[in-house]
């Protein structure tokens, strides 16, 4: 697992158009994004496995922005087995509509359907705001949440968020796996030691219970 | 296929205008996706969720108190009482800029962003370089953004590795205390609401 998405700390050059306001640059953008909305509606993959998706590519890279959203997107309908490598090549025989599809009357009351990741299910939260906790040494193979940057480190557990759809196991269709969620906030020295522009800045990442072991 | 580890969209046009188009024309023809759909998606993120309402939640905390104090204790509620909900704003928490402390947002995995209350995020916000800087020299991303901070100023940077999405909320600007909400909108940009722009700034 290279994590080619797992970018925070890394050296990089000035931030490009700050002020830019389009919200779409190209019309394949928006088509870009409406796809995967559209197709992610009809409840084949969850969003940590088209994040995942994304991740993986071998291009990831150097695919720009919505290149990955469409070739994760394309990688995600043959895996679910929505669309052959057949078809993703060639001509498609003409199908109805799909009853789960998305149908235009509906998309803005989806779009603002709350749909919570809390769950009253999973283990009870072992740590309280307040404790100090440090994260796993890397990592872990696979979806995993837990930055690089911020891996091995101590923080302070700032807010506590309940039990959350664990990305870990619900990228892999291997469950929902609901766990404790936190704020956990670090130091910019204990992030980054010496080279911190501040030392007493601070970093918040929100962290899984399983990414956290006690002090 | 152990020796042939191509990803199945190696198989759609490479050139991304005609791959978004191959793409659509499959899901169409196969009776997945709803045309009607795609042009209602993106007129949604086009014209009615943007940054104009991440703006009134903005104006009404500074014009109303009692507002302001359920937004910071319950975001997500606190915003649904504009209308604001729904896809990537399901668990808001706001976070106040104040002399002492200046926040900023980012993802640094992916593009986690409070879509209910800024709408799509923007170029910059995605960037490898946003992402790989923002947590590890943020006073300088500051600097190149423009925004001059206090020296009382510590800097918290909220980054969004969950379903938590944040909101900042700008400083008032000197001199607006007598605006009403509308007037007050108009001085909160969206980067005043992510950190990297003061409010009443351009």
Redesign the interface.
């Known amino acids: 697992m290279t994590r080619a998405?797992?970018?925070?700390?890394?050296?990089?050059?000035?931030?490009?158009?700050?002020?830019?306001?389009v919200?779409?640059?190209?019309?394949?953008h928006?088509?870009?994004?409406?796809?995967n909305?559209?197709?992610g509606a009809?409840g084949a993959w969850n969003?940590d496995a088209s994040?995942f998706a994304?991740?993986q590519?071998?291009d990831y890279a150097t695919l720009?922005?919505?290149?990955k959203w469409?070739?994760?997107?394309?990688?995600l309908?043959?895996?679910r087995g929505?669309?052959t490598?057949a078809?993703?090549?060639g001509d498609?025989?003409?199908?109805?509509?799909?009853p789960k599809?998305?149908?235009?009357?509906?998309?803005?009351a989806?779009?603002?359907?709350?749909?919570?990741?809390?769950r009253k299910n999973g283990p009870t939260a072992q740590f309280q705001m307040g404790d100090k906790v440090r994260t796993l040494s890397a990592p872990q193979a696979g979806h995993c949440?837990?930055?690089a940057?911020a891996a091995g480190r101590v923080g302070t557990v700032i807010?506590s968020?309940g039990n959350?759809?664990f990305?870990d196991t619900n990228a892999r269709f291997q469950g929902e796996n609901p766990q404790p969620?936190y704020?956990v906030?670090f130091t910019a020295a204990t992030?980054?030691g010496a080279?911190a522009?501040?030392p007493?800045?601070?970093?918040?990442?929100?962290?899984?219970q399983p990414y956290l072991e006690p002090l | 296929m152990p020796h042939d580890h191509h990803?199945?969209?190696s198989?759609?046009p490479s050139d991304?205008?005609l791959?978004?188009?191959a793409?659509?024309?499959?899901?169409v023809?196969?009776?997945?996706?709803?045309p009607?759909?795609?042009?209602?998606?993106?007129d949604?993120?086009?014209n009615?969720?943007?940054p104009q309402n991440g703006a009134r939640v903005v104006a009404r905390a500074w014009a109303n108190p009692a507002f302001k104090a359920r937004l910071l204790s319950d975001a997500t509620a606190a915003i649904?009482e504009l209308g604001f909900?729904?896809?990537q704003g399901?668990?808001m928490?706001v976070v106040e800029n104040t002399a002492a402390v200046h926040n900023m947002v980012?993802c640094?995995?992916?593009?986690c962003y409070p879509?209910?209350v800024l709408?799509?995020p923007?170029?910059?916000y995605?960037?490898?370089?946003?992402?790989?800087?923002?947590?590890?020299?943020?006073?300088?991303?500051l600097a190149?953004?423009g925004v001059a901070l206090l020296g009382s100023q510590?800097?918290?940077?909220?980054?969004?590795?969950?379903?938590?999405r944040y909101l900042v909320l700008p400083m008032q600007p000197e001199g607006s205390h007598e605006l009403d909400e509308g007037a007050l909108a108009n001085l909160v940009s969206?980067?005043a609401m992510i950190g990297?722009a003061l409010a009443g700034a351009e």
């Not at chain 1, 919200?23 to 394949?28: E, G, N």
């Not at chain 1, 469409?70 to 990688?75: E, I, K, R």
Request: net charge negative; charged share 25%.
């Open positions: 998405h797992d970018l925070g700390g890394r050296p990089a050059g000035p931030v490009p158009d700050k002020d830019d306001t919200v779409f640059h190209d019309s394949w928006a088509k870009a994004l409406a796809l909305l559209a197709s009809l969003i994040r994304r991740e590519l071998k720009s922005y919505y290149e469409m070739a994760g997107l394309a990688n309908l043959v895996e929505l669309v490598e078809e993703l090549s498609v025989p003409q199908s109805q509509l799909t599809a998305l149908r235009a009357a509906d998309v803005s989806a779009m603002h359907k709350f749909m919570p990741y809390t949440r837990l930055p940057y807010l968020h959350h759809v990305p969620l704020t906030e992030l980054w080279a522009e501040n007493d800045d601070a970093i918040s990442l929100d962290l899984w | 990803e199945p969209h198989l759609l991304p205008e791959r978004a188009r793409l659509e024309t499959i899901l023809q196969k009776g997945l996706v709803d009607a759909a795609l042009s209602a998606l993106i949604t993120y086009q009615d969720i943007g649904a909900a729904g896809r399901e668990h928490v980012v640094t995995l992916c593009s879509w209910p709408g799509i923007p170029a910059w995605k960037s490898d370089e946003y992402r790989s800087r923002a947590v590890k020299e943020p006073r300088a991303v190149e953004f510590k800097v918290r940077v909220w980054d969004s590795s969950a379903e938590v969206r980067n990297t």
